[in-house]
């Protein structure tokens, strides 16, 4: 018989709707052990605000996983700095976000969970406490001494990944480097084949500019650095398609011919799929040696405590990493470094 899995769940911005996620997810039984990396006293008092019954079960590295029933959930605490105040931001709990996802990169690292589902933050929190802090991806990036980590998100059969991630618009052009394109593409290509089990992923590049640069007219970054970039990236045997004008990519006929696309930065990719997919998308990071999902919205502050909060994008992160571990084939046995 195969031992249970260990997903761990990190419940974010305590003032947000994240610790009311965590709860919602444990008001029905899953097929893996759910254990959320977090304060239990916060998770208790957001359970008592929904009206919903909340068991806890302390876990550690040495407790074996095994799945709950609903109503139920396991935990590895973290204290809060200052007790929270759903809708109202406290800079003095930055630390125990950080904690909360240090802790989970470690526990897979390690191998003693198969993956981790992180409910939104708010990086001002962490920003305003003077630590820098871009966001989830690139923090578990340098947990995982990963350098280039492939943010992607998926709506369906729609997998959006992005070249560049949090970065100001006038800065995208100076970022999209040979080097880089060859990083993520190689990433994207070799994710998409050892946690999605595809082939031979076919991808779809958009250009940076209006009509891909339109012959050099309106830029020549296309000319310059993406076309000769993913010339060289065929000749090693990847399937790739472009640059492509990002306002044609994006329509069926076209998006047929791909298994993932790769935007250039956030909103030319994400605009899109969150319109086609919105509060049921994932975010998923490729390139890391741990599996990690994430929703695809923020923390809705105004929701936290009332009851509105919708969990369609968690649960649909949860399914994708119990599909992704189960296909790895559980936990990973590593070191953190």
Do not use: W
Not at 20 to 43: F, K, M, N, S, Y
Not at 294 to 317: I, Q
């Amino acid at each position: 018989m195969q031992a249970a899995l260990r997903l761990l769940l990190t419940p974010g911005e305590p003032a947000g709707i994240g610790p009311d996620l965590c709860v919602q997810l444990a008001q029905r039984a899953h097929p893996v052990e759910l254990v959320a990396v977090g304060d239990p006293t916060l998770l208790q008092r957001r359970a008592a605000l929904l009206g919903l019954p909340l068991r806890l079960h302390q876990v550690d590295g040495t407790t074996m996983p095994q799945p709950y029933p609903a109503g139920e959930l396991g935990v590895m605490p973290v204290a809060l700095a200052a007790t929270e105040t759903p809708g109202q931001l406290d800079v003095r709990n930055a630390g125990y976000l950080l904690d909360t996802l240090r802790i989970a990169a470690d526990e897979c690292l390690a191998g003693r969970a198969a993956g981790v589902v992180t409910a939104p933050l708010q990086k001002s929190v962490i920003n305003d406490a003077g630590i820098p802090f871009s966001g989830h991806t690139e923090y578990f990036a340098e947990r995982c001494g990963v350098a280039m980590p492939v943010m992607m998100l998926t709506a369906g059969t729609l997998r959006v990944a992005l070249a560049t991630t949090h970065l100001p618009l006038r800065a995208v052009p100076d970022a999209i480097t040979p080097q880089r394109l060859i990083q993520v593409l190689r990433a994207l290509d070799q994710g998409l084949r050892d946690q999605f089990g595809i082939g031979q992923p076919r991808i779809l590049v958009c250009g940076l500019n209006p009509h891909a640069g339109e012959g050099g007219h309106l830029g020549r970054e296309e000319i310059d650095v993406i076309a000769p970039t993913l010339d060289q990236l065929r000749g090693e045997g990847l399937h790739i398609e472009g640059p492509l004008p990002a306002d044609t990519l994006f329509t069926p006929r076209v998006l047929e011919r791909g298994d993932a696309v790769l935007a250039m930065y956030h909103d030319q990719g994400l605009t899109v799929l969150k319109y086609a997919g919105f509060g049921g998308a994932v975010n998923v990071t490729l390139g890391l040696p741990i599996i990690r999902t994430s929703v695809d919205h923020g923390t809705a502050l105004t929701l936290a405590g009332s009851g509105l909060a919708e969990s369609g994008s968690m649960d649909a992160a949860l399914q994708l990493a119990i599909e992704l571990a189960q296909r790895r084939g559980g936990a990973v046995g590593r070191t953190c470094a």
